[in-house]
């Protein structure tokens, strides 16, 4: 080794200052090639973060915003599982505390009589607190995924009598009053400025028209 060393201290070979690195006889250089530089860690990663995922109660694809290779189906699969913890935990956490929260102010404006009871109320705000202040408190809306296999979902469980207006638009994050409102006074801007209706609008009133004709046939026959 000692000979090795003093070869190559004696042998500066150097050409424009750069040192040219001459091998002693018999010496040979082997060059190391990088080989797989994952080495099974994206799959460690994978694992671990379903794991925590699974113990936090949301999916791996919201965990890890790696929503790759999935398809419609198990993304919708995977936000109904989360949507659920969520849901779970709004109505025992934020629900129950907006509504105390709710009661207090309830409380202190009847106290102040800036709001008064019914006065055929059959109890009192104090025997039954739980009842005066009965509330629900909508969030924010689930995302959509297919937006328009979602609203058709939503119509088709609203005819079918399976939904309500107030439960789908809630998923939503609006609420159904406001949006019938603001349905009523567009409808009375767009008539007063001589739009013409929406299409959705223009056939729902040729259905209605079209299914009151053939009541008035159908009686005219029957008389």
Not at 11 to 37: E, F, I, W, Y
Not at 94 to 103: D, G, H, I, P, T
Request: aromatic share 10%; hydrophobic share 40%; net charge neutral.
């Amino acid at each position: 080794i000692g000979e090795i060393a003093a070869y190559y201290a004696a042998a500066p070979v150097r050409l424009g200052g750069a040192k040219v690195p001459h091998l002693m006889p018999g010496d040979s250089l082997n060059l190391q090639t990088a080989q797989d530089t994952d080495n099974g860690y994206s799959v460690f990663e994978q694992s671990l973060l379903r794991y925590i995922a699974a113990g936090l109660g949301v999916s791996y694809e919201q965990l890890s915003r790696n929503y790759a290779q999935m398809s419609y189906s198990t993304a919708r699969a995977s936000a109904n599982e989360s949507w659920a913890y969520f849901m779970g935990r709004r109505k025992f956490v934020a629900s129950r505390q907006a509504s105390q929260m709710f009661l207090c102010w309830l409380e202190e404006a009847i106290v102040r009589r800036v709001v008064t009871l019914p006065s055929k109320a059959r109890f009192s705000f104090q025997e039954a607190r739980s009842a005066w202040g009965n509330c629900d408190w909508i969030g924010s809306g689930r995302m959509a995924i297919d937006g328009l296999k979602e609203v058709q979902e939503a119509v088709m469980l609203i005819e079918a009598g399976l939904s309500t207006y107030e439960k789908e638009c809630a998923k939503r994050g609006d609420d159904y009053q406001e949006i019938f409102a603001q349905q009523v006074r567009e409808t009375m801007e767009r008539r007063a400025a001589g739009l013409k209706p929406p299409a959705w609008a223009a056939a729902a009133f040729e259905s209605g028209l079209r299914q009151s004709t053939e009541e008035e046939k159908s009686d005219s026959r029957a008389a």
